[in-house]
């Protein structure tokens, strides 16, 4: 920065953390400065070296280190403010100490109050009185070098006194020794006249209560200033005070008057009274008295109790943040005392229109009292209204004299006004359509001052924020987007309640201007929180039919500092009253709703209000409690008054099917799960299969003839029954109401999103303050259809986890039999680790699903599609609608699955197969049959037997039967004893359904071998140790409480007991048609797709069955990703179900934290733990039913 080396004045050097640089001359500093930036970063050093680094490198830029203050009040009685130096200057700077010096020219000045800043400084400087303004362009005092450099001072000042024009030092144009004073505003000097008492002091003296005059009645100086008696009751005040409630401030030249024309001031000009007949009202410390005729008051207050009417009720006090408002509070409000006596008498007994404002002040003080009927504000307005007559506006309400604030239609009356004539549009269309609401506002204080009409833009977000948290409060910069038609808005913003202490409040009354005829249509106004006598908040409504009973007003106020000032409350710097309690609108709805008959044209929009109240003692205790959201909303819809009929016709159609479908799938389940107790005829058994196989019977043990006891049913055919019954059944409504609240905001979507001209709007909403609400019902069913199919899916998972799954093996031995060549179990291992990890596979990928979602959603914005707007194409930030969401949500996971599976299925056609045919085709390499069994009597048979003698094989003779088999060479891959019915020659999967007599069958093999095995008896470790991975597995089995407790000593025992082949044995003579009776199994043909979804069994099964039936599966046939049917014992299956719950779940989590990212990652998460307890509980179930130990599962 330059330094100006023009300026001869010695200069002060200013000083910046301890490095001394040539500044600007001294100014005098009012406070001490707060330390500098470089201060504040500069490290910490002390020494001289470190002192002189530190000047070096500062010196260069110090004044732009200087400080300045950032606040600043001058002394008033020698200062005025430099706006270009930003300091305070003395008026006397220059002046020198010899009073006697006649070239101490500059002195005898004083601050210039005519012209102040913002903070009440003056900005530039007088004579003191007595005293004339000698300008420096008259004595040439000046040269041009010093008006360059501002050095010249402009004016001078000096005495009238004892002065002649011969001198000029003395500027006195009389006689010589003629005293004479200057003109009040230093222009020249005069003279005393006779009237008055000669010099006193700096200028002439008056008698008491006398005006000093010094200009004409044209305004022209004259040579002798007079003295004149105040007339009229006004008054000289000589001193600066309070009267009356108004400020006055002393001055010898103006009579000044009390603030009412009944008012007079006493002789010494200090109090105010009220003429006779005349009272005084009002509260002087509060604001300007009144006087009202003394017969007129008396009347009010013997018929209105004062008392009463400025008694104010709160009735939701707000304690902390986290309760509701529904504290009660009353107290005597020092505003309603000090208006309402003024407002009452001179509105009740109307002398004019300069009484219209005390009438509007009424008004208002009724609106502080929220239109309760029962106070005596309000009972006192009715009575008024009721003795005024109509105006000529003809308006039911509206009386001369008296502004309209109450609605004396019907609530139906009122919605359903069609006056409103102009046609809406959602884009400029022609001339004839009008895409843009404009509202006008009447604004009043509460004093009754009508401060005219202004257009609504952002008054709604009449709060803000302090600094620097300003973008999280309202304020002018808001959106008003919601001022298009059809464009609906939702905002949170935060409100700082101390912000609204700084300005008195207004009273609006909100207008709609009808752009056909150009009139302004009232807006109707909705009080939430309006009391009827009762005190009952019949505004607030919990069904439709309610609404019939709603009391509309017109004039409204957005936040009240006011009613809760009482005589206790405290004043802030500026002499503001801090209230006592704080009301303030916290929910502020503007809904317009579409006529039933014309689509394009509107009903009157409803502003609707509530408020909360807080105590401002517990700002100080609770700091949070200063702080608020407020609610915003506008909103745009139609009232589909057949729409109800329509949803309920819907869900009653959904309901229908869903118990058709339900009573099918009961019964299936039912033939499929009940089957009549069967005499046991199937004795010896295991002992035939252990000799068979040439096993060991274990110490001559042939086998009980009953071959144990049978398990018992009961349990199942009850409890379990029921459970099952009920789980189809939410099942089945699922399934039904899914599509149908899919298909419902789908169709809301898209005639909401892509209309051009008005055709439909969203169903209206309350935020579900009442059942009637359009959105409730497809707010229960999501929740209804997320949480049965939540348990629907852990009913699944429970059922997979406990399925009972056998390897049969049907690999012959290379020796004469199995006990002298054994079979290797490896292949059994291997294809035992291929189901586990296909037990939590899945055709298509969540994680793919839900990072498209979040890229698309939210990297994209597609996501504010769902805003309430008209538009496709506008993606800005906004609230979203919940049937818009929903719909714009679910249909990116239909859209992301299909694109999956239709993948999947196109990459079948290029030699990509499922995994469940993979399965197959890897253990019919292996020569390993599967049996599932998922119900008590159903399951699925994977016929895995190849046409090859062994499995057990080199890696040439395998790879040459890859070959063989895509060529086409090899034999058919299906069961024996079915080869010659050609339909059946290459089917290897299979539904079968068992009898009961198999069932005995099965499960008395299985307890006949657990009870040997118990018998037996665990064989102790011979060798190995701790570091064996058999050891550390048992070890880990034995430390967690959620797998089954069979350790790896138990299966030793049962493997001891030659379970794993008993079972195996009779399997394959089960398979191969070797048993008789109800162990005999036949084909049936395979079901219809409609039959498979509903798992029907074939017409030959029923309680009475006597023989098994295997029924092929053709289900891979009917799906895109060729899934069969044993699947549905994996999650590879339930795709559908799993699919449909991740959609559901986002839904959810999506309505409740409205925030993609979050459903995204919950929705994740969910699977995430559904996909654990799957894999870990499955694990252990296929360790324990197949005896392959979970180390090998992997």
């Known amino acids: 920065h330059r330094q100006h080396d023009d300026d001869d004045r010695p200069s002060d050097p200013v000083t910046v953390d301890g490095c001394t640089t040539a500044g600007h001359p001294s100014r005098r500093s009012r406070r001490k400065a707060p330390p500098t930036i470089a201060s504040r970063m500069a490290p910490r050093r002390t020494g001289p070296m470190a002192l002189l680094f530190l000047c070096l490198t500062l010196a260069p830029s110090a004044l732009a280190l200087v400080q300045v203050d950032y606040e600043v009040v001058c002394d008033s009685a020698t200062e005025y403010y430099d706006t270009a130096a930003l300091e305070c200057i003395s008026c006397t700077e220059g002046c020198n100490d010899d009073t006697d010096d006649p070239s101490n020219a500059v002195c005898n000045k004083e601050p210039d109050f005519t012209m102040v800043d913002f903070y009440g400084n003056a900005l530039g400087c007088k004579c003191s009185l007595g005293y004339k303004r000698i300008w420096a362009l008259d004595q040439d005092t000046c040269t041009t070098s010093d008006y360059q450099s501002a050095s010249c001072t402009g004016f001078s000042c000096a005495s009238c006194l004892n002065g002649n024009d011969d001198d000029l030092e003395y500027p006195n144009p009389f006689e010589k020794n003629e005293n004479a004073v200057a003109y009040n505003d230093g222009d020249s000097c005069a003279l005393c ?73 006493d002789s010494a000009g200090t109090t105010c009274t009220c ?40 009735f939701k006090i707000q304690a902390d943040q986290e309760s509701s408002p529904s504290g009660e509070l009353e107290m005597e409000s020092l505003v309603m005392k000090h208006h309402f006596l003024n407002a009452s008498t001179n509105c009740f007994y109307y002398n004019g229109p300069e009484n219209i404002a005390n009438c509007q002040t009424l008004a208002n003080l ?135 202490m700084a300005d008195e409040p207004m009273f609006y009354e909100l207008f709609l201007i009808d752009e056909e005829t150009g009139d302004m249509m009232p807006v109707p106004v909705l009080l939430r929180d309006y009391r009827d006598s009762g005190l009952n908040f019949i505004n607030v409504n919990y069904e439709d039919a309610e609404e019939s ?10 936040y009240d500092t006011l009613s809760g000032v009482s005589d206790s409350s405290t004043t802030n710097d500026d002499g503001t009253y801090i209230p006592d309690v704080i009301r303030y609108a916290n929910k502020i709805t503007l809904s317009v709703q579409i006529q039933d008959t014309s689509a394009g044209k509107i ?87 252990r000799g068979a196989d040439g096993l060991n019977s274990g110490g001559g043990r042939a086998g009980p003839p009953s071959m144990g006891r049978q398990p018992d049913d009961s349990g199942y055919s009850s409890f379990w029954y029921l459970w099952c019954v009920f789980m189809i059944l939410i099942h089945c409504l699922v399934i039904y109401f899914f599509p149908f609240i899919f298909f419902l905001c789908t169709y809301w979507f898209v005639f909401f999103k892509m209309q051009d001209t008005v055709y439909v709007m969203l169903p209206p909403s309350n935020n579900f303050e009442n059942e009637d609400d359009d959105y409730y019902i497809i707010w229960v ?74 890229m698309v959603l939210v990297g994209w914005k597609r996501e504010y599609l769902a805003t309430p707007q008209p538009n496709m194409n506008d993606f800005t930030e906004g609230d979203l609608n919940m049937i818009l969401r929903f719909a714009n949500t679910t249909w990116w996971f239909v859209v992301l699955e ?34 599932v069994l998922d119900e008590r009597y159903h399951g699925y048979y994977l016929h895995c037997d190849s046409p090859h003698a062994h499995a057990d094989t080199d890696m040439a003779t395998l790879t040459e039967r890859l070959l063989a088999e895509e060529s086409g060479h090899s034999t058919a891959r299906g069961i024996p004893v079915l080869g010659d019915r050609e339909e059946y020659r290459d089917i290897q999967c299979f539904d079968i359904y068992l009898t009961n007599g198999w069932s005995i069958w099965f499960n008395s093999i299985r307890s006949f071998l657990e009870r040997e095995a118990r018998e037996a008896g665990p064989k102790s470790t011979s060798g190995g140790g701790k570091d064996m991975p058999a050891y550390r597995a048992q070890q880990r089995q034995s430390r967690s409480f959620l797998r089954n407790s069979t350790t790896l000593r138990d299966r030793h025992a049962h493997l001891e007991v030659g379970a794993m082949e008993i079972i195996n044995k009779g399997l394959r003579m089960f398979i191969s048609q070797g048993l008789k009776n109800d162990l005999f199994w036949d084909v049936s043909p395979p079901q219809s797709l409609f039959g498979a979804l509903i798992k029907t069994p074939p017409p030959d099964i029923s309680a009475s069955s006597a023989y098994n039936v295997l029924t092929p599966d053709r289900l891979h046939r009917y799906t895109c990703t060729g899934t069969y049917a044993y699947a549905g014992v994996h999650f590879y299956g339930i795709e559908w179900d799993l699919w449909l719950h991740n959609a559901l779940t986002f839904a959810m989590f999506d309505f409740w934290f409205k925030d993609t990212a979050t459903s995204v990652v919950c929705t994740w998460a969910i699977y995430q733990i559904l996909r654990f307890f799957r894999g870990y509980f499955g694990t252990a179930n296929l360790a324990n039913r197949t005896l392959v130990d979970s180390t090998f599962l992997i």
């Open 898 to 931: 299909l694109f999956q599976l239709g993948f999947n299925w196109v990459m079948i056609y290029f030699g990509r197969e499922p995994k469940d045919q993979l399965f197959i085709d890897f253990c019919t390499m292996a020569k390993i049959s599967v049996l």
């Open 275 to 314: 003429d006779d007949d005349y009272t005084k009202t009002g509260q002087s410390l509060y604001g300007q008295q009144s006087c009202v005729y003394t017969e007129h008051s008396d009347a009010i207050k013997q018929s209105y109790a004062e008392t009463s009417a400025s008694t104010v009720n709160f």
């Open 366 to 500: 009724c609106v502080m009292q929220m239109y309760w009927p029962d106070s005596e504000v309000c009972e006192l307005f009715e009575d008024i209204l009721d003795k005024r007559s109509e105006n000529a506006r003809s308006q039911d309400g509206w009386v001369d004299t008296l502004p309209w604030l109450r609605y004396v239609e019907t609530a139906t009356e009122i919605r359903v006004s069609e006056a409103i004539t102009m046609q809406m549009s959602f884009g400029n269309v022609d001339d004839y359509h009008y895409h843009q609401m404009r509202y006008v506002l009447s604004k009043y204080y509460l004093n009754g001052t009508w401060m005219g009409y202004e257009d609504l833009t952002t008054q709604f977000y009449y709060c803000g924020m302090a600094a620097p948290n300003t973008h999280r409060g309202g304020g002018s910069s808001m959106s008003t987007s919601w001022l298009r038609f059809g464009h609906g808005y939702n905002n949170n913003f935060e409100c700082d309640l101390e912000t609204l």
């Open 549 to 558: 009973n709603d009391v509309f007003v017109r004039r409204f106020m957005l």
């Open 603 to 689: 009903y009157p929009p409803i502003l609707e209000l509530s408020y909360k109240e807080r105590e401002v003692s517990y700002w100080d205790s609770d700091s949070t409690m200063k702080r608020d959201f407020i609610f915003f909303r506008a909103e745009y819809s139609m009232k589909v008054s057949n729409y109800e009929d329509v949803v309920i016709a819907f869900f009653s159609v959904a309901c229908v099917l869903a118990g058709i479908t339900w009573t099918m799938r009961v019964n299936n389940w039912s033939r499929r799960n009940v089957r009549m107790r069967a005499a046991n005829s199937h004795t010896n058994m295991e002992g035939r299969l």
């Open 193 to 265: 006249g006779d009237t008055t008492n000669g010099i006193s002091g700096d200028d002439c003296g008056c008698p008491t209560n006398h005006v000093l005059t010094e200009v004409d009645d044209g305004l022209g100086y004259v040579i002798n200033k007079t003295c004149t008696a105040c007339t009229d009751g006004t008054a000289v005040i000589t001193s600066d005070a309070s009267i009356a409630g108004v400020n006055f401030y002393a001055t010898d030249y103006q009579c000044q008057r009390c603030p009412d024309p009944h008012m007079t001031f």
């Open 781 to 854: 069913l999501i929740y209804l259809c997320f949480f049965c199919q939540s348990t629907w899916i852990i009913h699944l998972i429970y059922g997979q986890c406990t399925c009972d799954v056998f390897f049969i093996d049907y690999e012959r031995p290379h020796g004469k039999d199995r006990a002298e060549t054994p079979v290797s179990v490896w292949r059994t291992i291997f294809a035992a680790n291929e189901w586990n990890e296909l037990q939590t596979s899945r055709p298509t990928s969540l994680s793919f699903t839900l990072f498209v979602i979040t």
